[in-house]
T-cell receptor, first 116, second 109 residues
Framework: KAGVTQTPRYLIKTRGQQVTLSCSPISGHRSVSWYQQTPGQGLQFLFEYFSETQRNKGNFPGRFSGRQFSNSRSEMNVSTLELGDSALYLC???????????????FGPGTRLTVL | ELKVEQNPLFLSMQEGKNYTIYCNYS?????LYWYRQDPGKSLESLFVLLSNGAVKQEGRLMASLDTKARLSTLHITAAVHDLSATYFCAVGNTDKLIFGTGTRLQVFP
């Protein structure tokens, strides 16, 4: 069974540009969550999508947005990039939404974004 | 706002020794997760603890949860080099995971 895949794995952008990251969940999983990992702030929740609807959102500015498609693949977009957006962006998929005992999250390898 | 604190942040330990990583959280939750992350890699789920007094063990790692004290521990027994990694605890809060700062563990001969 294929795991969570994220593309691209590495990305270099300059300030002011925008970027789109993609996440393909495990087959059959309908929930995708996104996290940002930085040395200074650690791992922070961005948002969760389930059945093409945003179910949960973390404390990030509106420059961070996402969407989910009917096949459960998800994209996140960051507009007007800032230096502080340099991070490892992880997505995680699960069967359902929420943190039930039967609903384990599986993490992808991440996309490392560098903003110059 | 839920805060999750881990200590220590860094842990350098000799092979064969025992040690404990602590995870404290600030508000009530009955779901606590432990993850491992190797350098440059993603997160690997280690344990899911869902009730007060829960204890789970896998190999040389044992995790426990005390919801009244809002404390979870990850105990390492007879450490080996392969356990070198960063360990995160995460607490479930309104269907979001709030992660601790992580503990970077280095095991040396």
């Amino acid at each position: 069974k294929a795991g969570v895949t994220q593309t691209p794995r590495y990305l270099i952008k300059t300030r002011g540009q925008q970027v789109t990251l993609s996440c393909s969940p495990i087959s059959g999983h309908r929930s995708v969550s996104w996290y940002q990992q930085t040395p200074g702030q650690g791992l922070q929740f961005l948002f969760e999508y389930f059945s093409e609807t945003q179910r949960n959102k973390g404390n990030f500015p509106g420059r961070f947005s996402g969407r989910q498609f009917s096949n459960s693949r998800s994209e996140m977009n960051v507009s007007t990039l800032e230096l502080g957006d340099s991070a490892l962006y992880l997505c995680a998929s699960s069967l359902f939404s929420g943190l039930a005992s039967y609903n384990e999250q599986f993490f992808g390898p991440g996309t490392r974004l560098t903003v110059l | 706002e839920l805060k999750v604190e881990q200590n220590p942040l860094f842990l350098s330990m000799q092979e064969g020794k025992n040690y404990t990583i602590y995870c404290n959280y600030s508000t009530t939750s009955d779901r606590l997760y432990w993850y491992r992350q190797d350098p440059g890699k993603s997160l690997e789920s280690l344990f899911v603890l869902l009730s007060n007094g829960a204890v789970k063990q896998e190999g040389r790692l044992m995790a426990s949860l005390d919801t009244k004290a809002r404390l979870s521990t990850l105990h390492i027994t007879a450490a080996v080099h392969d356990l070198s990694a960063t360990y995160f605890c995460a607490v479930g809060n309104t269907d979001k995971l709030i992660f601790g700062t992580g503990t970077r563990l280095q095991v040396f001969p």
